[in-house]
């Protein structure tokens, strides 16, 4: 038997891995570095300003792309050397993005101002943070669209490098102002938005070469664009804003002291980012190939060996919270039973959506999945609205455990009823119907 395409096939998928480990790992270690570096340095009313800046920034970045850039895989699909086909997507798709920002760009101008009322930061704050979200928001549009276009052309190499600047450059010039005692909050939030208006820029030249040339919208292409991503909108506007929930919460109800305080402990929960960025990465491709007879056993066994590594991470939270209180820097010491809060909550979250994406490769994916989570999440949320004082940060730690546990309670429940009743059959995806296959 002629095992030498077996051993080449691994070999090149081997080395994929650890050039993601690789790039990624300098990349998020050169941001974790700055996050938590900003969390030690800046004072509490200083970080709460950076804190809001960039929970804001994410929502609308989400808001201003709703799945669109998403959408251009899938619709290039084999046809990955036709360069003009890209280029004439992306133009349409770029079309779609200047109508995003002219609907976001004046909401964004009256809200946040609306938002922040509460923190009593003067006008020209408000104002300047108005404009850097505006500039970083458009820039990380950009950034998304034109790394679609280097993700399918297959280009990892200057994708993977771009980012890996980005981190380790703002990381050095945080050092370089902290060392000239010039860091403050806009210096710090400056500093970050400079890295993404890099890794944008950087996208788009290479974009623009790789392509050879501008493309030509067209309405069918837009149109195109729209009924790919539509299914997935809601979902991204809910999760867009529920990846927040905490800052803007605690923004609307507490003070600068509890938002900069929810910014911080937030910053913890990232020690399941490398892990979660992993999963789709081994974990999907193995469950998706696994034979059914192996399923289950390997189910249960990913089940106890994430759920202990769960379980270790919440207990030493709970046991030994000062080696986390210690990360965070002498402004946060106060906060030992709130680290327990939002590392269980962080726990819960990271292991559902290790389940979520076995299910997803096993086609354990039904229409009623993600209505529950979502209604069950905005349920427990009303009612701690209605009930619960939520200007503190125990509140709304304790709030967002509780949601992680419906949702949690849900994706059990998925797995279950597909072990039962089998996986979503193909033929009952309306896309399919339409010539559209994404199984």
Request: contains cysteine; hydrophobic residues 55%.
């Amino acid at each position: 038997m002629n095992y030498l395409p077996s051993k080449t096939f691994l070999a090149a998928k081997l080395r994929l891995v650890i050039e993601f480990l690789t790039s990624q790992g300098i990349t998020m270690a050169g941001n974790l570095f700055y996050g938590f570096l900003c969390v030690r340095l800046l004072p509490i009313s200083e970080y709460a300003k950076f804190a809001v800046v960039f929970a804001v920034l994410g929502t609308i970045s989400v808001l201003m792309d709703i799945s669109f850039s998403s959408a251009l895989l899938p619709l290039i699909g084999e046809r990955t050397n036709d360069r003009q086909l890209i280029a004439d997507y992306v133009a349409s798709l770029r079309q779609l993005a200047h109508r995003l920002f002219l609907v976001m760009a004046p909401i964004t101008v009256i809200a946040y101002p609306l938002f922040v009322r509460r923190q009593h930061w003067s006008w020209p704050v408000v104002a300047a943070m108005v404009v850097i979200l505006l500039v970083a928001s458009w820039c990380a549009r950009v950034s998304g669209a034109y790394a679609a276009v280097l993700i399918v052309r297959r280009d990892r190499k200057p994708w993977y490098r771009a980012q890996m600047i980005s981190s380790l450059g703002t990381l050095s010039l945080l050092g370089l102002f902290w060392a000239t005692h010039a860091l403050n909050a806009f210096s710090a939030i400056l500093l970050n938005v400079a890295g993404i208006v890099f890794v944008a820029l950087a996208y788009f030249v290479r974009a623009r070469r790789l392509l050879g040339g501008t493309g030509k919208p067209s309405p069918q292409m837009r149109k195109a664009i729209i009924h790919l991503s539509l299914p997935s909108i809601p979902n991204t506007v809910f999760y867009a804003l529920q990846g927040q929930i905490s800052i803007l919460l605690i923004t609307l109800f507490g003070h600068a002291t509890d938002v900069a305080s929810i910014g911080a402990l937030g910053r913890l929960g990232q020690v399941f980012v490398l892990a979660g960025q992993m999963t789709p990465l081994l974990i999907e491709p193995y469950f998706a190939s696994l034979p059914a007879a192996r399923l289950k056993r390997s189910y249960l066994g990913l089940i106890a060996a994430e759920g202990a590594l769960c379980l270790v991470v919440t207990g030493l939270a709970r046991a030994f919270p000062g080696l986390f209180l210690w990360i965070l820097g002498h402004h946060y010491r106060s906060l030992g039973y709130e680290v327990f809060l939002l590392l269980a909550g962080s726990s819960i979250g990271y292991f559902s959506g290790v389940l979520w994406v076995v299910h997803n490769a096993r086609r354990f994916v039904y229409w009623w999945n993600a209505g529950a989570v979502i209604i069950l999440t905005l349920a427990v949320q009303i009612y701690f609205v209605c009930k619960v004082d939520l200007s503190t940060v125990r509140s709304i730690l304790i709030m967002n455990l509780c949601t992680g546990l419906a949702g949690l309670g849900v994706t059990l429940f998925t797995g279950i009823y597909g072990f039962v009743q089998g996986p979503r059959r193909i033929g009952e995806t309306p896309a399919v119907a339409a010539g559209i296959d994404h199984a």
